[in-house]
């Protein structure tokens, strides 16, 4: 559910990963936002430190979310070539 322009994030358990869905917001408001929705999974381990430190920082998993990857895109490279 979209309340007051915040998105509420569904989340599933299986076995060792978790899925977190967000569902899409109303286009006019994800439009004026300029952003999009993305689904991925996780492990389980890693979702429970995202939630401990959103916890500690007073603020929703997603924004922590953004705020670490937009971190990671100042530190990698460009053209930066993934490591496995």
Same mark, same amino acid.
């Given at each position: 559910?979209?309340t $007051?322009g915040?998105t509420? @994030?569904?989340?599933?358990? $299986?076995?060792?990963?978790?899925? @977190?869905?967000?569902?899409?917001t109303a286009?006019a408001?994800a =439009?004026?936002? =300029?952003?999009?929705?993305?689904?991925?999974?996780?492990?389980?381990?890693? %979702?429970?430190?995202l939630?401990? $430190?959103?916890?500690?920082?007073?603020?929703s998993r997603?924004?922590?979310?953004?705020?670490?990857?937009?971190?990671?895109?100042e530190? %990698?490279?460009?053209g930066?070539?993934?490591?496995v």
């Amino acid at each position: 559910m979209n309340t $007051r322009g915040r998105t509420k @994030i569904a989340t599933k358990t $299986r076995a060792k990963k978790t899925a @977190i869905t967000a569902k899409k917001t109303a286009k006019a408001d994800a =439009g004026e936002r =300029g952003t999009t929705s993305v689904t991925v999974r996780l492990d389980n381990e890693l %979702v429970a430190w995202l939630d401990a $430190r959103a916890e500690q920082e007073n603020r929703s998993r997603a924004n922590l979310i953004e705020t670490l990857l937009k971190r990671a895109k100042e530190v %990698v490279p460009t053209g930066a070539q993934p490591t496995v």
